[in-house]
């Protein structure tokens, strides 16, 4: 870690901004969905909570495009690893990139929309809990497929910065998981 370290620079703007975009992402989306939970104000401002629930999923949809962005924008104005810079490296983020890709897209197809962008807490459920691939093979696919996607872009890119950043995106599955568990207890 200290190692990686060296490569980075804190006080960069990109890797300022990467940081920021990272926290806040699901930090929005939890106190979001707490709240419709709580209240069901969404639900009532847009007469449904269908209605709610993609919009809320489509704002989720642009800040993720805003966190890749900035993630990516963060790599490229770093100093590359020159270990990580080799073809194995490269296919082993190749790799990595798709499998998160096979987790991310088959629990979207697996859940849907609302399943997927947080419709438990505006109270859309469905039928039965959902147990075919990938959710037969891990807990939160769709969050291990998403950091193996950023690992993957980080090793591709010899990134010490994009290791760093993927590193620190995963405290959110702790504050996330126990609410949603409790929902569907």
Known sequence: MTRLLGYVDPSDPRFVAAVLAIAFNPLFWNVVARWEHKTRKLSRA????????YTLGGAILLLNVLRSHCFMQAMLSQPRMQSLDNPTAYRAGLALLGVGSVFVLSSFLALGFTGTFLGDYFGIFKEARVTSFPFNILDNPM????????????????????????????????????VRGALHR
């Open 143 to 178: 969050y291990w497929g998403s950091t193996a996607n950023y690992l993957g872009w980080a090793i591709m890119h010899a990134s010490p910065t994009g290791l760093l950043l993927t590193a620190g995106g995963g405290p959110h599955l702790r504050c996330r998981h126990p």
């Open 46 to 53: 847009f007469r449904s909570p269908h209605l709610a629930c």
